[in-house]
């Protein structure tokens, strides 16, 4: 695991050396172990490296001498020992280090853009073409690790963060009031743009190509939609035989490939719980487990959860306990670590459990995706809706009009709206029109009342633009799809790399690995929700059954918390007056913009727990501190 930096421009060489360095300082929490800088006139790049394969080899940048070809790589490639097997079996050729870096190398030489469908891992690579002075940036299928760059039309940079190119000195430090404004609804700001003018990320599942004199060429090279094979019909047996194989090789994989202890973040629930039942099953015996509640106990502190697993699995078990002074003291650093606005308060919690991990190992085993992939959430809920519409969706038209006449007899106008729905738009489309997602805050009227004499382009024209972008006419395949493409990249992906790398700490998702997303994304709906009682529905229906024959039914049959945060509780008992003083004070920079009255009603609606206030409240105390930590204002 490393951070990676680069600049292709009009600079000479000791120029490229002197930017590369100050990116890689920035940087250094990423890769503490090593570090590397190599440039020449018009190119340079580097990396910090975090030493997880070959500890004593792989140092960054790594060149192929014949074909003049080098690369820094961030991220790992479970499968790289398989992929160099390969490769020797027809080309034969010599190797210098045991490391996966040079397995990366030698297929990009040997195999060009073609050779990353080889590759099972997490990973941001930049590879420099000495001889035809080319570039080629490549991020990981599933978005797992991040990769930005800066293009102002005459030079290209690009990092792991942001704060490295920003570090160059070459960038305007200008924010993009789109993305703040896209911020207010979703509580990230949503991808390909980023919080600052003319810096992107490189989207999930593509490649950038870039030559000197030229402009930057963004390739999707994967794609995996959510879309069933409904002519592909097994039997509950055989698909729970194909997940067990598919996940357990995919932990596996995690474990094995790593020349340093690995452990596991635990919280109790299935996601977490089912990787470490795993580990065992695979014969990885003793390891260490961490996790981390909140002083409040109660809903708020999952940890007996986890004990009991981890006295269940044998592991090792590690925790820590956050209160409130603790988390308001952390607050800028979540900040200043996660780059963008991220108004998830899970990456406090987050940060305290990777530095308690970081103490024992270096690489952790983590649950992301599990929900994106297998539906987890309230989706239950969801398909038990649409399974009604279904039904009555297959009444003859005129049953249905009859039914929406009836529903005019002093029936709520709610019921009449559905009514009409059900009798005129197919249920494939509802999703199209409802535009639902798991964050959803400021509209567009309320983001002008606001933010007074600012309009931006409507924030839901993304989601917008996912839905009709869904292959799948199921409704529940549709949001699982927005899900893949959206929240999971945006909010958990990029929580889980900051929080872990600001620790330098690797963490692993074995639920995305590739072969996983594909499979789950072909099974049908009762795969992963099945109807399990007259009106009752289950969420992630096969990973249950797997855990079922592993962990005990107390955890099997728990309900899903996901890292719960007391911060709006503590806004209704007494932190109301830190709030005010935070987004009200003379200093504050919102109010610079921002409507003062708005705001302090939003906290009063916090205080006494109305609606959404709580979130919408630490959704502008993160932008506040924001633009403390990063000096920027939205003037």
Not at 185 to 210: A, C, D, M, N, S
Not at 421 to 432: D, F, H
Request: net charge neutral; charged share 25%; proline share 4%.
């Amino acid at each position: 695991m490393c951070g990676i930096v680069g600049i292709a421009g009009d600079f000479p060489r000791e120029e490229c050396l002197s930017i590369v360095g100050k990116m890689n300082r920035a940087i250094e929490h990423r890769g503490p172990d090593d570090d590397g800088a190599w440039a020449e006139d018009g190119f340079g790049f580097g990396m910090q490296r975090l030493s997880i394969i070959d500890l004593a080899g792989g140092h960054q940048p790594m060149w192929d001498e014949p074909s003049g070809i080098g690369l820094v790589f961030n991220g790992e490639i479970y499968n790289y020992k398989s992929l160099r097997t390969k490769i020797d079996s027809t080309l034969h050729l010599n190797w210098t280090t045991e490391s996966d870096t040079e397995v990366v190398l030698k297929s990009l030489v040997n195999g060009g853009e073609n050779s990353i469908d080889d590759w099972n891992g997490m990973f941001a690579v930049a590879s420099w073409d000495q001889k035809k002075k080319s570039l080629l940036l490549i991020r990981d299928r599933m978005g797992v690790k991040p990769l930005y760059y800066f293009w102002d039309g005459r030079t290209l940079l690009f990092a792991s963060e942001i704060k490295a190119l920003l570090a160059s000195g070459l960038v305007e430090r200008r924010i993009n009031k789109q993305a703040i404004w896209d911020y207010l609804t979703y509580r990230y700001v949503p991808g390909p743009e980023t919080v600052w003018h003319q810096i992107r990320k490189l989207p999930p599942g593509h490649l950038l190509r870039f030559k000197r004199n030229g402009e930057p060429e963004e390739v999707r090279y994967w794609e995996s939609d959510v879309i069933s094979d409904e002519f592909n019909i097994r039997s509950e047996d055989e698909i729970d035989s194909e997940f067990a194989s598919l996940f357990l090789d995919a932990v596996e994989l995690r474990l094995v490939a790593s020349d340093v202890p690995v452990g596991v973040f635990l919280s109790g629930g299935l996601d977490s719980s089912s990787i470490a039942a795993a580990a065992v099953e695979l014969g990885h015996k003793n390891f260490h487990t961490f996790s981390v509640g909140f002083d409040e106990g109660g809903y708020f502190s999952e940890l007996p959860y986890a004990r009991q697993v981890a006295a269940h699995v044998g592991a090792q078990y590690h925790e820590v306990v956050i209160g409130q002074k603790q988390f308001i003291d952390m607050l800028p650093e979540v900040v200043f670590s996660s780059d963008e606005p991220l108004a998830d308060l899970s990456l406090v919690p987050l940060l305290a459990l990777s530095r308690l991990a970081r103490k024992d190992v270096k690489v952790v085993l983590s649950g992301e995706g599990s929900d994106e992939i297998l539906a987890g959430y309230n989706f239950d809920r969801s398909e038990r809706e649409f399974a009604r519409l279904r039904v009555l969706q297959q009444f003859p038209k005129q049953a249905l009009r009859l039914g929406v006449a009836v529903s005019k007899l002093g029936f709520p106008e709610g019921l009449q709206r559905k009514a009409e729905k059900v009798a005129n738009i197919p249920l494939g489309n509802w999703n199209k029109i409802a535009l639902p997602h798991i964050t959803r805050h400021f509209n567009q009227v309320e983001k002008g009342q606001l933010w007074p004499n600012e309009s931006q382009r409507d924030s839901e024209r993304i989601i917008a633009e996912q839905y009709a972008a869904a292959r799948s006419t199921d409704p529940l395949q549709q949001m699982l799809s927005v899900y893949q493409r959206s929240w999971m990249v945006e909010d958990l992906l990029m929580k889980a790399d900051k929080t872990t790398m600001a620790a330098s700490l690797e963490a692993r998702t074995p639920f995305l690995d590739y072969r996983m997303v594909e499979w789950a994304n072909r099974q049908q709906n009762s795969t992963k929700v099945k109807r399990i009682g007259f009106n009752n529905y289950e969420t992630k229906s096969v990973l249950r059954r797997f855990c079922e024959k592993r962990l005990p039914k107390s955890i099997v049959n728990r309900p899903k918390r996901g890292f719960p945060s007391p911060g709006n509780r503590w806004l209704q008992n007494g932190l109301d007056g830190w709030a005010r003083e935070t987004l009200l004070s003379s200093n504050g920079k919102l109010t610079e913009v921002f409507s003062r009255k708005m705001i302090s009603d939003l906290i009063e609606q916090a205080r006494l727990g109305k609606g959404d206030g709580g979130d919408r409240a630490w959704m502008l105390i993160i932008l506040e501190l924001w633009l403390r930590v990063w000096d920027a204002n939205l003037l």
